[in-house]
């Protein structure tokens, strides 16, 4: 079963614009985390968020958490052509991760 | 380098044969882990091992086997390949801290004819 879900499943924006995806799930967590996956390729990465905190940043990355409501988005900014891949939250809880069904970036030059 | 090697990258076979899919990483974590990726459906976990003696079940396990040789190698088995199982498969390392994220390798794309 699928903890998380993306919103939206693909979003297609012009480089340099902020790119906004976001994730929900349903039960509680010890974080949330994000990665990247260009085509083909295994997933990166790009930032993790503990349950106890609300918002984290890492270069043109922002992430924020709200456990209230259960959801949490991740804030690219300045697009670039590069940005072009899939994006999946995935959530921590009992040492295992579960995953969303991704976000598909298209950044258009 | 890659801190996690998957062999082989790419696989077609046919139904009924066994397959072995292996990975290898240099990362020293304890945790290793299979994933199977569908279109649309996100990563859902085949098995997972928090060392070598300990093995566990993860959602989708039926229809498939694994073997923790050391605490660099786990490797996935298809006793006997159905086409359903025609996916991308991904092995991931993560160390025990749980709030550390995963590190994947390549994967490997599977066809079962």
């Known amino acids: 079963s699928q903890q998380g879900e993306e919103d939206p499943q693909a979003l297609s924006i012009q480089e340099g614009e902020n790119a906004t995806m976001n994730c929900s799930y349903k039960t509680s967590i010890n974080n949330l985390q994000w990665y990247r996956q260009n085509s083909g390729r295994g997933l990166v990465h790009l930032i993790l968020i503990r349950s106890n905190e609300r918002e984290k940043h890492s270069g043109r990355l922002r992430v924020t958490l709200d456990t209230s409501k259960k959801s949490s988005s991740l804030l690219i900014t300045a697009s670039r052509a590069a940005d072009t891949a899939s994006y999946f939250c995935?959530?921590?809880?009992?040492?295992?991760?579960?995953w969303g069904a991704g976000t598909k970036l298209i950044i258009k030059p | 380098d890659a801190d996690v090697t998957q062999t082989p990258r790419n696989r077609i076979t046919k139904t009924g044969k066994r397959i072995m899919l292996e990975c290898s990483q240099t990362?020293?974590?304890?945790?290793m882990y299979w994933y199977r990726q569908d279109p649309g459906l996100g990563l859902r976990l085949i098995y997972y091992?928090?060392?070598?003696?300990?093995?566990n079940k993860g959602e989708i396990s039926d229809g498939y086997s694994v073997s923790r040789q050391a605490q660099a190698k786990f490797s996935l088995s298809l006793e006997s390949a159905i086409p359903n199982q025609t996916a991308l498969y991904f092995c991931?390392?993560?160390?025990?801290?749980?709030?550390?994220?995963?590190?994947f390798g390549d994967g490997t794309r599977l066809s079962i004819l």
């Open positions: 991931a390392t993560s160390d025990t801290d749980s709030n550390q994220p995963q590190h």
């Open positions: 990362k020293g974590h304890d945790r």
């Open positions: 995935a959530t921590g809880r009992n040492y295992q991760l579960i």
């Open positions: 091992s928090f060392d070598v003696k300990d093995i």
